[in-house]
């Protein structure tokens, strides 16, 4: 089984910073990418920002030069440092890694979602 544990979520005003995490444990034999999809009420999920083990790095248009993130792949862990909040931004934060359990056996796994909410 393979688990992805999210923290960092909270409630801060325009022009914060949040910084998220996220920690996949379990059989793992490796991770080849992660990342982090967000989903706005009314919205579909959407992806935010993705890494690979090798450090490439793929964003939103929506939030370039904002949002960064980053991994410790010792630790198996994926963050997401959060710059010039807006309100835009608020949604439920996913963590996301493709993971291979063995030579053979690959799949996604989610996390269960951390809240990030922006006021005006």
């Known amino acids: 089984q393979v688990q992805l544990v999210e923290s960092g979520g909270g409630l801060v005003q325009t022009g914060g910073s949040l910084r998220l995490s996220c920690a996949a444990s379990?059989?793992?034999?490796?991770?080849?990418?992660m990342g982090w999809y967000r989903r706005a009420p009314g919205k579909q999920r959407e992806l935010v920002a993705a890494i690979t083990s090798g450090g490439s790095t793929n964003y939103a248009d929506s939030v370039k030069g904002r949002f960064t993130i980053s991994r410790d792949n010792a630790k198996n862990t994926v963050f997401l440092q959060m710059n010039s909040l807006k309100p835009e931004d608020t949604a439920v934060y996913y963590c996301n890694a493709d993971v291979s359990i063995n030579l053979i056996l690959s799949s996604v796994y989610w996390g269960q979602g951390t809240q990030v909410t922006v006021s005006s």
């Open positions: 379990g059989s793992i034999f490796s991770i080849n990418a």
